[in-house]
């Protein structure tokens, strides 16, 4: 029976040749070639940490211009919705303007009584929340803009073209108009503002009392001396 000597220590397998100092340059070429392979994995997780950033960012701004897009196309929506309907209501209330006129000529003559009365204010309720005003006074300047002349005159207590009568009210829908008012104008009569203003210069020249003029001053016309 064989027994293990006490305080033998293993050594590696040393290859046939080989002396004992050979194995020791071997064992420290392995411990060297452990970091360099570690360097090599680090530099090849780097590099993929920047590609995964640069496709991050590059989805990162496709989706903002998507976003961006987007907005945009919602608001030239909402715009087009908000267009279509103005005009959508213009038209509609286009079609009832000679209605109104109608009722405008009635109500003229005294003749929106009755039913028809509350036929024509429901009407002109439910066409004023819809955004239906009425423009066009008489006295008020000529505006070609808003006004539409049909009748032309001259007269001498006007200082500029004023609309005198409103022969159909003007319509509109907040800015837009959607029929302007149809008018008769009077223009200052030719020449009338001239001799205005040379009859007031004329007053004012002769504005002395008219007692004080005329003979001698005012005076007393004395008669020849008295014979004694």
Request: net charge negative; proline share 7%.
């Amino acid at each position: 029976m064989t027994e293990e000597t006490p305080g033998f220590d293993e050594k590696p397998d040393v290859p046939s040749g080989a002396t004992p100092e050979d194995a020791e340059p071997q064992a420290a070429s392995d411990e060297g070639a452990a970091p360099a392979g570690d360097a090599s994995e680090n530099a090849g997780l780097v590099a993929q940490l920047d590609q995964a950033r640069s496709a991050l960012n590059e989805r990162t701004a496709d989706l903002q211009r998507l976003q961006a897009e987007y907005q945009n196309y919602r608001r030239r929506v909402e715009r087009d919705r908000v267009a279509v309907k103005e005009i959508a209501v213009a038209n509609l209330l286009s079609e009832l303007l000679p209605v109104l006129d109608d009722i405008g000529r009635a109500r003229e003559h005294g003749e929106v009584v009755g039913g028809f009365k509350s036929v024509a204010e429901s009407l002109e309720s439910v066409i004023a929340k819809m955004g239906l005003q009425q423009f066009g006074k008489e006295g008020e300047p000529f505006d070609p803009t808003i006004h539409e002349a049909l009748m032309h005159s001259y007269a001498p207590d006007v200082t500029e073209t004023t609309c005198v009568a409103i022969l159909q009210p003007g319509y509109r829908i907040g800015e837009r108009t959607i029929r302007p008012a149809r008018v008769a104008v009077a223009e200052p009569q030719p020449g009338a503002q001239s001799a205005k203003q040379a009859e007031e210069g004329t007053e004012a020249k002769d504005g002395s009392d008219p007692a004080d003029t005329g003979g001698d001053g005012g005076t007393k016309e004395s008669g020849g001396p008295d014979e004694g």
